[in-house]
């Protein structure tokens, strides 16, 4: 079985400046869930990773963080889908860790966790951070216009990645052509 990995806001749920903070502000985009469920029936396994600075910045707790990904966990189920593992950095951007996006750390530790090379393994993302990260570890980077993607796209349009209107158009690319 192959590998996807994805971001979590902007990519499976609604994004927002204020951060989301509460199963209840956890929304999912049109067509996230069934195309996690598509991509899992056509033999994917999904791995989220995802920064979560609101939890360093005192916003949720782990707990609440914790009733977040079981809220999407349930919800990808819902849909026939599956998320195998989660990854997060609870670490704000003046932090200085190695886990933040666009730093590989999470991607590095879901490879060893895995026992996975990283080398062409499709990682769909919102931000140039996530493409950053990819890159670093030469993954595959695909950007989607959700969340602040369609910015990411409008501020680097010769950014020459794979570009889609959201997760089900790019889960129908790469059932595709893999």
């Not at 090379?117 to 670093?136: H, Q, R, S, Y």
Request: include cysteine; charge should be negative; hydrophobic fraction near 35%.
């Amino acid at each position: 079985m192959s590998y996807i990995m994805l971001d979590r806001d902007g990519v499976i749920n609604k994004d927002s400046d204020a951060y989301i903070k509460s199963p209840e502000e956890w929304k999912p985009i049109p067509g996230s869930l069934e195309a996690i469920a598509l991509l899992h029936k056509n033999g994917f396994k999904i791995v989220v990773i995802t920064n979560q600075s609101g939890l360093g910045r005192g916003l949720f707790s782990l707990e609440t963080l914790s009733q977040m990904h079981t809220k999407m966990q349930q919800s990808v189920e819902a849909e026939g889908g599956e998320i195998e593992s989660i990854y997060f950095c609870p670490h704000g951007p003046d932090e200085g860790c190695g886990c933040r996006k666009p730093r590989p750390g999470l991607l590095k530790t879901f490879a060893r966790e895995k026992g996975v090379e990283l080398n062409g393994i499709p990682f769909v993302g919102d931000t140039l951070k996530d493409i950053e990260a990819a890159v670093a570890v030469g993954a595959q980077p695909i950007l989607v216009k959700t969340g602040k993607g369609a910015k990411t796209w409008e501020t680097n349009p010769s950014i020459g990645v794979p570009v889609f209107e959201d997760l089900y158009d790019a889960a129908k690319y790469i059932v595709l052509g893999k």
